[in-house]
């Protein structure tokens, strides 16, 4: 009897030391609940948020070996845009394209080039979506980018960043 509760308690010890991890794991990973103090940010970033937080990013994207067919459009509604770390962000998104209509926070690392802010993502995850590589620039009132999904698929993007 002793043995039996001894290896009831690992074994539910190891479950609660399991889902602290993936708890910790899933909100590092997501930025949940961590916002960089809007004053410190820099002039661009802060009117880098601005711009996009209740925007929309409207516009096509083409697939690489599909050159007679036309781009097919695509929409992200961004509720918000947040800095969560050093070089992450937070978009609040529900994305919009083909088959796909899906809202999520997707937190994404990203880098200034000079003035131009630009998602670095490189075999990057979102949940229910799969695997990601992409470079995507702001630039004015416009974005493009390349975008690949795992080593199937990929293609350019580029539209307008719209206020409602």
Known sequence: MTRTRRLLWLTVLALLLLATFGTGWIVGRT??????DPASLTDLERQFAERLSGSALVGSFTVDGRNSRPASPDRYDLSSVEKVGDDLWRFSVRMRHSDV????????????????PVIELTDYSIPSLGTFTARV??????YAGTWQHGQQIGGHLFGRIEKP
């Open 31 to 36: 930025g949940i609940g961590s916002v960089v």
């Open 101 to 116: 209509d899906v809202t999520l926070p997707v937190t994404v690392p990203m880098r200034w080039v000079g003035d131009t």
């Open 137 to 142: 620039f702001f630039y004015d009132d416009r």
